[in-house]
Nanobody
């Protein structure tokens, strides 16, 4: 089983930036995909961005021009750099790990991102 620990959330003003981190530990298989999803209050969880162990990235259209996902394979850590944040980005952000080609995966506990003046 893989454990995921997120950090880096907080309160930021519109137009500001935040960087989220997610450290994975445990039995990590390669190839895999790690990424971020978010859930705003009263809404369903939605895809934000993913990155494969081979470096392939994928982004949701609302964040494509503003967010950047990266990973440090040596540290088993994935990052989400979020720029030009707006109130619509307010949500709990969840880290996800999925073993490629399987339904086996894990979720982090989530980190709150609030964009407000």
């Amino acid at each position: 089983q893989v454990q995921l620990v997120e950090s880096g959330g907080g309160l930021v003003q519109p137009g500001g930036s935040l960087r989220l981190s997610c450290a994975a530990s445990g039995r990590i298989f390669t190839p895999n995909t790690m990424g971020w999803y978010r859930q705003a209050q009263g809404k369903e969880r939605e895809f934000v961005a993913t990155i494969s162990s081979g470096g392939r990235t994928n982004y949701a259209d609302p964040v494509k021009a503003r967010f950047s996902i990266a990973r440090d394979s040596a540290k088993n850590t994935v990052y989400l750099q979020m720029n030009s944040l707006n109130p619509e980005d307010t949500a709990v952000y969840y880290c996800n790990y999925r073993r490629t080609g399987t339904a086996i995966g894990s979720w982090g506990q989530g980190t709150q991102v609030t964009v407000s003046s």
